[in-house]
């Protein structure tokens, strides 16, 4: 009986909220043979499985973006960007690159992280920039395409952030009266959702609610 061939994953955005928390769930699980990185800058942590590969989204220079799966957890605010063309750089046009290159070379599943409230027709520019990236996306046909669309973020954060801090802590004092779609997501949710939707074999175009990610 021949073992079952193990995928590859890639993450990008791996230093981030969401993507440190799958990242450590992705080399806990035997589901993976290796998982890949995009970073800057490195991690500062070993695995046996984990292969750090330093990129410059700006200047990739021929670098090959190869997995099965792929999974973009890359994202900022518009404060730490600066402006609005560089929110747009990095919420839209790094990931965008990487999906076009990773497909290329024959990557199977796309997993973004997006946000509630997407739409390329809405007058918020965030949700704006957050909805054409959904839509190119969606347009490059990836076999399977998983779009995941938390309300706000619950975890430990390396930076302090105060409106974030804030509507933290006004989401745990309010839960109890919030609407399932608009209580805060514990980064575990949407990283359990992530890799759980991945060992699923669906095709097409999913996309999962900040309501359904409570139950992951």
């Known amino acids: 009986m021949t073992k079952p061939t193990l ?10 909220l969401v993507g440190n928390v799958l990242t450590h769930r992705l080399l806990d ?5 290796k998982v890949k990185v995009l970073v800057r800058h490195s991690l500062g942590w070993q ?24 999974f973009c957890c890359l994202g900022t605010t518009m404060k730490k960007a600066g402006s609005k063309d560089a929110f747009r750089k990095i919420d839209y046009k790094y990931p965008l690159d990487v999906a076009q290159r990773a497909l290329v070379n024959r990557a199977k599943q796309f997993f973004l992280v997006s946000s509630m409230g997407a739409n390329p027709d809405s ?4 949700n704006r920039v957050k909805g054409e990236l959904e839509r ?3 347009a490059l046909n990836y076999p399977a395409l998983f779009i995941f669309r938390p309300s706000l973020l ?18 745990k004092l309010l839960n ?5 779609k608009y209580k805060g997501i514990r980064v575990e949710s949407v990283a359990n959702a992530m890799f759980q939707k991945a060992q699923e074999g669906l095709t097409g175009k999913h996309i999962i609610e900040s309501d359904q990610l409570q139950n992951y």
Do not use: C
Request: overall charge negative; cysteine-free.
């Open 29 to 33: 699980s035997s589901a993976y043979e």
């Open 7 to 16: 995928k590859t994953a890639l993450v990008v955005g791996a230093t981030g």
């Open 123 to 126: 007058s918020i520019f965030y």
């Open 154 to 171: 619950l975890g430990d954060r390396n930076e302090f952030r105060l409106g974030e801090r804030i509507g933290e802590g006004l989401m």
């Open 136 to 138: 190119d996306l969606a």
């Open 176 to 180: 109890p009266l919030i609407p399932a």
């Open 47 to 70: 695995h046996p499985r984990l292969q750090e590969i330093q990129y410059d989204f700006d200047h990739p220079n021929g670098l090959l973006v190869q997995a099965d799966d792929i």
